[in-house]
């Protein structure tokens, strides 16, 4: 009769077997390509002026074990180059040979391991170093759940930063960008620190790598005021000119919070008198100032008329002067 084996027997065979395996396909040397970043740290008040890669590419033959350790386990890869430490081959030139670029290489790696660099040399050129103020934007995307809305901008704390570099470069860039980054489904306000894009890093240099971004997060809230005076710019002290009604409704649209704090003198309907003058329709549309976010979705009239009249305007006139 033939003996069973129990499923536990069996698990624990099934996983020797995996074990084994395992040990013998790490022990197995194998090629891969590990890019290491390259970072450039220039002399004193100097800047790199010319184009470099990103990356140090090396081909590198070796075991499993050690590749997991070069990829996971150990420090990050990283191509670490002091032109501090180095000789110049001319004026603010320097040029790195395969050896150097090897020695270079955070963790390091045995001659016998690497197949191939790529590349195999490099060429550094530095120049005087200039500093530029520039202003930071958001590189945020923000998608409030419905029925909420963003009140106001994206603040950003600090809203500027300073710039080191190569003076040609410096004055091609005009602002910086947070790291990109999505918020969906938002319904509350929100603070918090994110990174500056570092796309240039062996070029320019930033006084500071993070900023605090913050944003607030209301209901969404509609709100009409009535009776609101037509505000006629520049009108002479007698017109020929007559706009009626002289009183309009709107509709705006904001944060719950928001619209509870505003008032209607908050909001003015204007129009330009040399407008006027020159309209030949008979039809106006103000111009309607309002508070920074709100959304303006109706107002009643849609538009105003004109007329022009033979009698003078008095200043008895019962549309509004400014």
């Known amino acids: 009769m033939p003996r069973k084996v129990s499923s536990l027997s069996l698990f624990f ?39 470099l890669p990103k990356f140090i590419t090396a081909k590198v033959r070796a075991s499993g074990w050690q590749i997991i350790n070069i990829e996971y386990i150990g420090t990050k890869p990283e191509c670490m180059i002091d032109l501090t430490k180095l000789s110049e081959v001319s004026p ?23 197949v191939e660099l790529s590349p195999e040399n490099l060429s550094i050129t530095t120049g005087a170093v200039a500093r530029r103020t520039v202003p930071i934007f958001s590189g945020i995307e923000l998608v409030p759940r419905e029925g909420f809305t963003l009140v106001g901008n994206i603040r ?13 470069m410096l004055q091609t860039i005009q602002k910086w960008q947070t790291s990109p980054l999505k918020i969906t489904d938002a319904i509350q306000s929100f603070r918090f620190e994110t990174s500056l894009v570092d796309s240039l890093q062996n070029h320019i240099a930033l006084s500071q790598q993070t900023v605090v971004v913050s944003g607030e997060i209301q209901q969404t ?30 509709t705006l649209r904001g944060g719950a919070e928001q619209l509870a ?28 100032s309002l508070p920074p976010s709100l959304t303006l979705l109706n107002i009643t009239p849609p538009y105003l008329r004109h007329k022009r009249i033979d009698k003078l305007v008095t200043q008895n006139s019962s549309v509004f002067r400014k």
């Open 156 to 168: 950003i704390e600090p809203d500027s930063v300073v710039i080191r570099g190569n003076e040609a």
């Open 221 to 250: 809230a509609e709100i009409t005021f009535d009776d609101i005076p037509l505000e006629i710019l520049s009108e002479p002290q007698q017109s020929l000119h007559q706009v009626f009604p002289n009183r309009i409704s709107v």
């Open 13 to 51: 065979c099934t996983l020797l077997a995996v074990a084994l395996w395992g040990y013998v396909s790490l022990k197995t040397p194998s090629t891969i390509f590990i890019q290491y970043p390259l970072v450039v740290q220039p002399q004193e008040d100097k800047a790199v002026k010319n184009e």
């Open 92 to 114: 603010d030139g320097f040029t790195l040979t395969k050896n150097e670029i090897l020695q270079s290489l955070r963790p390091p790696l045995s001659l016998e391991k690497i």
């Open 261 to 288: 704090q505003l008032s209607a003198s908050s909001v003015r309907a204007l129009l330009e008198y040399q407008n006027i003058a020159k309209d030949t329709t008979g039809i106006i549309n103000p111009i309607i």
